[in-house]
Protein backbone atom coordinates (compact mmCIF):
# COMPACT_ATOMS: atom_id res chain seq x y z
CA UNK A 1 0.00 0.00 0.00
CA UNK A 2 3.33 2.34 0.93
CA UNK A 3 5.49 1.36 -2.14
CA UNK A 4 3.73 3.20 -5.29
CA UNK A 5 3.40 6.28 -2.68
CA UNK A 6 7.53 5.38 -2.34
CA UNK A 7 8.50 4.63 -5.43
CA UNK A 8 6.99 7.58 -6.83
CA UNK A 9 8.83 9.96 -4.51
CA UNK A 10 11.99 7.87 -5.16
CA UNK A 11 11.20 8.90 -9.13
CA UNK A 12 10.63 12.45 -7.85
CA UNK A 13 14.21 12.68 -6.35
CA UNK A 14 15.83 10.71 -8.74
CA UNK A 15 14.75 13.31 -11.50
CA UNK A 16 15.57 16.30 -8.84
CA UNK A 17 19.15 15.03 -8.46
CA UNK A 18 19.46 14.99 -12.37
CA UNK A 19 18.45 18.63 -13.03
CA UNK A 20 20.51 19.55 -9.49
CA UNK A 21 23.89 18.39 -11.49
CA UNK A 22 22.99 20.65 -14.44
CA UNK A 23 22.51 23.59 -12.60
CA UNK A 24 25.34 25.42 -10.69
CA UNK A 25 26.40 23.79 -7.81
CA UNK A 26 25.16 26.39 -4.76
CA UNK A 27 21.79 26.60 -6.40
CA UNK A 28 21.69 22.83 -6.77
CA UNK A 29 22.18 22.65 -2.88
CA UNK A 30 19.69 25.14 -2.27
CA UNK A 31 17.08 23.12 -4.30
CA UNK A 32 18.10 19.87 -2.96
CA UNK A 33 18.07 21.12 0.55
CA UNK A 34 14.36 22.51 -0.60
CA UNK A 35 13.83 19.20 -2.29
CA UNK A 36 14.79 17.10 0.23
CA UNK A 37 12.67 19.02 3.00
CA UNK A 38 9.39 18.79 0.81
CA UNK A 39 10.29 15.06 0.20
CA UNK A 40 11.00 15.03 4.00
CA UNK A 41 8.00 16.47 4.56
CA UNK A 42 5.75 14.68 2.23
CA UNK A 43 7.42 11.11 3.39
CA UNK A 44 6.60 12.13 7.53
CA UNK A 45 3.33 13.11 6.44
CA UNK A 46 2.97 9.95 4.71
CA UNK A 47 4.03 7.78 7.51
CA UNK A 48 1.24 9.76 9.75
CA UNK A 49 -1.10 8.82 7.81
CA UNK A 50 0.09 5.17 7.72
CA UNK A 51 0.46 5.09 11.10
CA UNK A 52 -3.10 6.82 12.01
CA UNK A 53 -4.70 3.86 9.84
CA UNK A 54 -2.81 1.07 10.99
CA UNK A 55 -3.99 3.02 14.60
CA UNK A 56 -7.43 2.67 13.59
CA UNK A 57 -7.36 -0.82 12.59
CA UNK A 58 -5.52 -1.97 15.60
CA UNK A 59 -8.09 0.15 17.87
CA UNK A 60 -10.60 -2.14 15.93
CA UNK A 61 -8.83 -5.69 16.29
CA UNK A 62 -8.69 -4.82 20.17
CA UNK A 63 -12.33 -3.87 20.21
CA UNK A 64 -13.18 -7.20 18.74
CA UNK A 65 -10.95 -9.06 20.98
CA UNK A 66 -12.11 -7.38 24.01
CA UNK A 67 -15.45 -8.61 22.58
CA UNK A 68 -14.54 -12.24 21.85
CA UNK A 69 -13.00 -12.23 25.39
CA UNK A 70 -15.69 -11.04 27.13
CA UNK A 71 -18.38 -13.18 25.39
CA UNK A 72 -15.91 -16.41 25.85
CA UNK A 73 -15.50 -15.30 29.91
CA UNK A 74 -19.80 -14.60 30.03
CA UNK A 75 -19.94 -18.29 28.17
CA UNK A 76 -17.41 -20.19 30.89
CA UNK A 77 -19.39 -18.44 33.67
CA UNK A 78 -22.21 -19.68 31.97
CA UNK A 79 -20.50 -22.99 31.96
CA UNK A 80 -19.17 -22.47 35.48
CA UNK A 81 -22.80 -21.72 36.72
CA UNK A 82 -24.16 -24.74 35.16
CA UNK A 83 -21.64 -27.02 36.40
CA UNK A 84 -21.66 -26.08 40.16
CA UNK A 85 -25.25 -26.05 40.17
CA UNK A 86 -25.14 -29.68 38.46
CA UNK A 87 -22.59 -30.27 41.50
CA UNK A 88 -24.89 -29.51 44.31
CA UNK A 89 -27.67 -31.61 43.25
CA UNK A 90 -24.93 -34.24 43.14
CA UNK A 91 -23.36 -32.96 46.52
CA UNK A 92 -23.68 -35.91 49.07
CA UNK A 93 -24.50 -33.34 51.87
CA UNK A 94 -28.25 -32.73 51.36
CA UNK A 95 -28.52 -36.67 51.08
CA UNK A 96 -26.73 -37.38 54.24
CA UNK A 97 -29.01 -34.81 56.00
CA UNK A 98 -32.14 -36.34 54.77
CA UNK A 99 -30.72 -39.72 55.91
CA UNK A 100 -29.48 -38.34 59.17
CA UNK A 101 -33.04 -37.19 59.66
CA UNK A 102 -34.90 -40.10 58.79
CA UNK A 103 -32.34 -42.47 60.92
CA UNK A 104 -32.90 -39.87 64.13
CA UNK A 105 -37.17 -40.55 63.01
CA UNK A 106 -36.69 -43.98 62.59
CA UNK A 107 -34.41 -43.97 65.94
CA UNK A 108 -37.57 -42.46 67.82
CA UNK A 109 -40.18 -44.57 66.11
CA UNK A 110 -38.11 -47.74 67.15
CA UNK A 111 -37.49 -46.69 70.80
CA UNK A 112 -41.67 -45.48 71.18
CA UNK A 113 -42.13 -49.16 69.79
CA UNK A 114 -39.71 -50.66 72.20
CA UNK A 115 -41.56 -48.65 75.46
CA UNK A 116 -44.89 -49.87 74.00
CA UNK A 117 -43.61 -53.48 73.95
CA UNK A 118 -42.52 -53.46 77.15
CA UNK A 119 -45.34 -51.33 78.77
CA UNK A 120 -47.76 -54.42 77.20
CA UNK A 121 -45.43 -56.86 78.40
CA UNK A 122 -45.58 -55.17 82.13
CA UNK A 123 -49.20 -55.39 82.14
CA UNK A 124 -49.42 -58.76 80.96
CA UNK A 125 -47.06 -59.85 83.24
CA UNK A 126 -48.82 -57.81 86.22
CA UNK A 127 -52.27 -59.80 84.58
CA UNK A 128 -50.55 -63.18 84.92
CA UNK A 129 -49.00 -62.58 88.50
CA UNK A 130 -52.37 -61.51 89.45
CA UNK A 131 -53.84 -65.05 88.44
CA UNK A 132 -51.12 -66.94 89.31
CA UNK A 133 -51.21 -65.26 92.76
CA UNK A 134 -54.84 -65.94 93.08
CA UNK A 135 -54.83 -70.11 91.81
CA UNK A 136 -51.42 -70.38 94.08
CA UNK A 137 -51.63 -72.90 96.26
CA UNK A 138 -49.61 -71.25 98.83
CA UNK A 139 -52.53 -68.49 98.96
CA UNK A 140 -55.17 -70.77 99.09
CA UNK A 141 -53.13 -72.68 102.45
CA UNK A 142 -53.00 -68.92 103.69
CA UNK A 143 -57.07 -68.74 103.63
CA UNK A 144 -56.73 -71.93 105.57
CA UNK A 145 -57.04 -74.86 102.76
CA UNK A 146 -54.63 -77.38 103.03
CA UNK A 147 -53.51 -80.58 100.34
CA UNK A 148 -53.08 -84.17 101.56
CA UNK A 149 -50.06 -86.57 100.34
CA UNK A 150 -49.68 -90.08 100.68
CA UNK A 151 -45.84 -91.22 99.34
CA UNK A 152 -45.16 -87.70 98.10
CA UNK A 153 -48.55 -87.99 95.68
CA UNK A 154 -51.02 -85.56 96.31
CA UNK A 155 -54.80 -87.16 97.63
CA UNK A 156 -57.53 -85.68 95.90
CA UNK A 157 -59.72 -88.85 96.59
CA UNK A 158 -60.56 -91.38 98.96
CA UNK A 159 -60.02 -93.98 96.97
CA UNK A 160 -56.48 -93.09 97.13
CA UNK A 161 -55.98 -94.03 100.69
CA UNK A 162 -56.95 -96.91 102.99
CA UNK A 163 -57.42 -97.34 106.59
CA UNK A 164 -53.76 -97.01 108.44
CA UNK A 165 -52.02 -95.57 105.45
CA UNK A 166 -49.86 -92.48 107.07
CA UNK A 167 -50.37 -89.54 105.39
CA UNK A 168 -48.94 -85.77 105.02
CA UNK A 169 -51.64 -82.70 105.47
CA UNK A 170 -49.75 -79.60 104.38
CA UNK A 171 -50.53 -76.08 105.85
CA UNK A 172 -49.56 -72.40 105.28
CA UNK A 173 -47.24 -72.72 108.53
CA UNK A 174 -46.09 -76.43 108.77
CA UNK A 175 -47.42 -80.35 108.12
CA UNK A 176 -48.96 -83.07 109.97
CA UNK A 177 -48.53 -86.57 110.06
CA UNK A 178 -51.39 -88.30 110.05
CA UNK A 179 -52.85 -92.04 110.21
CA UNK A 180 -56.00 -92.59 108.60
CA UNK A 181 -58.68 -94.18 110.81
CA UNK A 182 -61.91 -93.93 108.89
CA UNK A 183 -62.96 -93.23 105.55
CA UNK A 184 -66.56 -91.99 104.80
CA UNK A 185 -67.73 -91.22 101.61
CA UNK A 186 -67.56 -92.90 98.52
CA UNK A 187 -65.51 -96.08 98.24
Same mark, same amino acid.
Given at each position: ?????????????????????????????????????????? @????????????????????????????????????????????????????????????????????????????????????????? @????????????????????????????????????????????????????????
Amino acid at each position: CALPIFKSLETTVAHLNTRLMNQHPAAKIILYKERKNLISHQ @LSKEILSQLDTKQQVLNALKQRLALGIAQIIAKLNTSFVHCQSQLMKQHPAPKIELFSERLQSLTKQLIQQMHNGVNKREQLLQQNAAL @LDAFSPLNLLAKGYSFIEKDRQVISSVKQVANGDNITINLKDGKLISQIKTIEGKP
